[in-house]
Nanobody, 125 residues
Framework: QVQLVESGGGLVQAGDSLRLSCAGSGRTFSKDNMAWFRQAPGKEREFVASIGWTGYSLYRSDSVKGRFTISRDNAKNTLYLQMNSLKSEDTAVYYC??????????????????WGQGTQVTVSS
């Protein structure tokens, strides 16, 4: 059974940092493109960042670039999201996703084949 399991979420104060992890099992994700999405209450799920198997990364430009860093450890089949200088507007459920599609728009949900169950991040102001 293929699974992505997120961890590392929690309740923090504005300005704090968190590191989310996403552990894959059931297959190797080392050649996949992987990403983080988030969904705030009452809003649609939105792209946060993606990373290719070579390490090339893409970020949601307006709100997280410079504060969030996506990375991966292929040996551990694990994806990370380091989040610094957290703001109340970062409050959301964060999901990791993976796709074996080698040519696609990696900031769109439809390209991803595998999804985790999500981890809640709450930032108090």
């Amino acid at each position: 059974q293929v699974q992505l399991v997120e961890s590392g979420g929690g309740l923090v104060q504005a300005g704090d940092s968190l590191r989310l992890s996403c552990a894959g099992s059931g297959r190797t994700f080392s050649k996949d493109n992987m990403a983080w999405f988030r969904q705030a209450p009452g809003k649609e799920r939105e792209f946060v960042a993606s990373i290719g198997w070579t390490g090339y990364s893409l970020y949601r430009s307006d709100s997280v670039k410079g504060r969030f860093t996506i990375s991966r450890d292929n040996a551990k089949n694990t994806l990370y999201l380091q989040m610094n200088s957290l703001k109340s507007e970062d409050t959301a459920v964060y999901y990791c996703a993976a796709t074996s599609i080698s040519d696609g728009y990696y900031d769109t949900e439809s390209v991803y084949q595998y999804w985790g169950q999500g981890t809640q991040v709450t930032v108090s102001s």
